[in-house]
């Protein structure tokens, strides 16, 4: 079955320390690879994605990640954490199936980054 | 401003009653969504459509019903058949059917059924 698997509940960081939140993913094919972020009571909004080309993709607020295919990650990444980034953090594939296309979301990783 | 809209940000019903979410979009976007997020479980597709008077069932449709009559529009009804309807709702729109544009997603209505 098609899944997303963000292996954290939560993670705590430092202010200016780096942070990884992870994400792992099984579909078949070549999937499209997102990054959300939410705040409280509110919508979720895009971070970065990645289709196709360079490994590395860089998104907004300084926010960038890593597609490994042969791990089937996606972990997202900043170099230095700031307290106003703690928020809830959600990966999330699209695969195709049944002449859909689809999306699923992970589970939801929330990120408390303290002064 | 551009955007997903979604009215009213609290809706409380008792339960038995049917009652609808609003969901419009001025963003030209083809594809729309609802999903539900309920607390440590993310979010779980309810409906979607790719196009106006198309729509498909998701993951978790049962007790729900939708329309998409309009491009702009596309309203979510919980029926009294949803056994477990309290929870926070968000629609999303995406340019395209391709897959590889983003979802912009509104701000969400949190329902309330006692």
């Known amino acids: 079955a098609q899944s997303v698997a963000q292996p954290e509940d939560q993670v705590n960081v430092a202010e200016g320390n780096p942070l990884t939140v992870k994400c792992t993913y099984s579909v078949s094919g070549n999937p499209y690879l997102f990054w959300y972020v939410q705040y409280p009571n509110r919508g979720l909004q895009f971070l970065l994605k990645y289709i196709t080309g360079d490994n590395l993709v860089k998104g907004s607020y300084g926010f960038e990640a890593e597609f490994n295919k042969s791990q089937t990650s996606f972990h997202l990444k900043k170099p230095s954490a700031l307290v106003s980034d703690s928020a809830l953090y959600f990966c999330a594939v699209r695969f195709f199936s049944g002449g859909y296309n689809k999306l699923i979301f992970g589970a939801g990783t929330r990120l408390a980054v303290h002064p | ?114």
């Not at chain 2, 009213?8 to 009653?17: A, D, I, M, N, V």
């Not at chain 2, 609808?20 to 979607?48: K, V």
């Not at chain 2, 729509?55 to 477990?84: M, W």
Request: net charge neutral; aromatic share 12%.
């Open chain 2, 1 to 114: 401003d551009g955007g997903i809209t979604q009215s009213p940000k609290y809706l409380f019903r008792k339960e038995g009653q049917n009652v609808t979410l609003s969901c419009e979009q001025n963003l030209n976007h083809d594809a729309m969504y609802w999903y539900r997020q309920d607390p440590g479980q993310g979010l779980r597709l309810i409906y979607y459509s790719q196009i106006v008077n198309d729509f498909q069932k998701g993951d978790i449709a049962e007790g729900y019903s939708v329309s998409r009559e309009k491009k702009e529009s596309f309203p979510l009804t919980v029926t009294s058949a949803q056994k477990n309807p309290t929870a926070f709702y968000l629609c999303a729109g995406s340019q395209g059917v391709t897959g590889n544009s983003p979802l912009h997603f509104g701000n969400g209505t949190r329902l309330t059924v006692t």
